[in-house]
C-alpha cells in the first residue's frame, strides 16, 4: 500500500508557480494497477518521480509498506555516461541482484544489441525506454512505477512487455502513465486522475477514462 498524505509539490520558476498537487490523500492498494490519467502539463510524471523517492515533496509525505521501482520510462533514471551494461550492473548491486544473469536477462530483453555496450546518451528516448523497463522487470519490486513505455520498440516488443508486465502483476501493483486510453485499459484495473492538484481515485479505471475524458471536453470547450 501506498499512501500520499497530505502532499504537495510547487514547482517555481522566474515567478511562475505551477502546483503539481495540492495536499492530496490518497492510498493506492497493495497489488493493485493504477492507470494515472490527466492532460499534458497535469503532473503525472513529477507525481511518479515523488512517489519513487526521486523527487522530494514541497509538504506532506509518501508511506509504504512495500518497496518501489524507480520509474520507468523516465530518461533521468539511468546514467548517460555509463553503457547500458555498466547501468544495468550499478542497478542490479544496489537492488543485490546477481549482476551478471541480470545483464543477460537485460540484454536479451531491451533487444539493444551492441547498443548496450554503448553510452546511454547516445540512445534515442525508445532505447532508454526498453533499458528502463527492462531493468525494472528483472527486479522483483512490490509497486512498478511505469511512464509511457508502450511507447518503445515495435508491435512485438509491445507485446513482450505486456506480456512480462502481466506476469509482474499477479504478484505486485504498478502506478502507470500512458495517453493511450487502450493501454491503460489493458493494463490496469483501477484509475487515478490528477487535476489542478488534486487526484481523484477510482477503483474502476474506465470510471477514470470516463472523468478524464470527460475534462478533455471541457477543455476542448473553453
Ligand atoms: N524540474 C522542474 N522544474 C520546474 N518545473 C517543472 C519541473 N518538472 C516539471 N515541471 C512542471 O510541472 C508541470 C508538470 O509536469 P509533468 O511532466 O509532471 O506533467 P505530466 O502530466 O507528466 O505531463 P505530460 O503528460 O505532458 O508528460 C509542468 O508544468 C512542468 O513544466
Redesign the pocket.
Known sequence: MIVLRDLTKV?E?NGIT?V?ANRINAVFPTGVSVGLL??????????L?VIAGT?APTSGEVLSDGNISFPVGLASSMHPDMTGAQNTRFVARIYGADTEEMSRYVARFSELGEHFHLPVRTYSSGMRSRLSFGINMALQFDTYLI??ITAAGDAAFREKSKKVFRARMEKSGAIF?S?SMQTMRDMCEAGAV?EHGQLTYYDDIEDAIAHHEENMVLKQRA
Not at 38 to 47: F, I, P
Open positions: 514547482f520558476i505551477k503539481v490527466g492532460r499534458n502539463g497535469a503532473g503525472k510524471s513529477t507525481l518521480k523527487s511512464d509511457e502513465v495517453h490528477l
